[in-house]
């Protein structure tokens, strides 16, 4: 058990729809990081924040959203779902964003859009 | 950008026996740290192991190791006495100084334990 948690594990939802993915990071983790994890695009990180701002951009649709709340928790919103948005999202939180501090990946939350 | 390959889709051993999985990856950057990630069928991702390129040290933990070769850009994961427990897909990583503290991942090697 990493200390990271994501809710919901599976979410299964239709096209067009949104929803939301929520992590919160280890106790004492500042930084968040959002993964996303398919069959056509591999591992791909997506955002990171730090302490409530955003930090870093990856390859992020702009139909999806991120925050970090003050306390700590971050949420993933993806809306006008489409069937490639099926994969899994991975949560990963980290003591500070540098790249010296490891980064320790949640569970998961799998994503069924039909 | 940097990049990461993993050659080898699927890998096979035999129980007790030792495997090799391959990672080339390419980067400008000086400073950087690379990782080989377990996922078994959980689909946790697992820290397996860490090299810091500025170590000229293969970092050991158990029975993994790496070989690290900077001038190559390759950087490689040895398992020793497989176990059955080491099935899973293995994702080589890269995270780098200056690009941030994301992780740019291989695609991946699955990794078959024969008994």
């Known amino acids: 058990d990493s200390g990271v948690t994501q809710t919901p594990k599976h979410l299964i939802t239709a096209t067009g729809q949104r929803v939301t993915l929520r992590c919160s990071p280890r106790?004492?983790?500042?930084?968040v990081y959002w993964y996303q994890q398919s069959l056509d695009q591999g591992l791909q990180f997506l955002i990171q924040?730090?302490?409530?701002?955003?930090?870093a951009k990856g390859n992020i649709l702009e139909r999806f959203s991120a925050q970090q709340f003050p306390d700590l928790h971050s949420e993933l919103n993806l809306s006008s779902l489409e069937l490639g948005d099926s994969a899994l999202y991975f949560c990963?939180?980290?003591?500070?964003?540098?790249?010296?501090?490891?980064?320790?990946f949640g569970p998961g939350t799998r994503l069924t859009v039909t | 950008a940097q990049t990461v390959t993993q050659s080898q889709p699927e890998m096979s051993v035999q129980e007790a026996e030792t495997v090799t999985l391959s990672c080339t990856y390419d980067?400008?950057?000086?400073?950087?740290?690379l990782f080989w990630y377990k996922q078994p069928p959980s689909r946790q991702m697992i820290l397996v192991i860490r090299?810091?390129?500025?170590?000229?040290q293969n970092a050991t933990e158990n029975r993994f190791s790496v070989n690290f070769q900077k001038a190559a850009k390759s950087f490689s994961l040895k398992i020793s006495d497989s176990q059955l427990g080491d099935a899973a897909m293995y994702f080589c990583?890269?995270?780098?100084?200056?690009?941030?503290?994301?992780?740019?991942f291989g695609e991946g090697t699955q990794l078959t334990v024969n008994p």
């Open positions: 990963a939180s980290s003591v500070s964003p540098g790249s010296t501090y490891e980064q320790y």
């Open positions: 106790s004492g983790d500042l930084s």
């Open positions: 090299q810091e390129a500025y170590k000229q």
């Open positions: 980067t400008s950057e000086s400073d950087y740290y």
């Open positions: 924040y730090y302490n409530g701002e955003e930090r």
């Open positions: 990583a890269y995270r780098g100084e200056t690009s941030g503290s994301r992780l740019t």
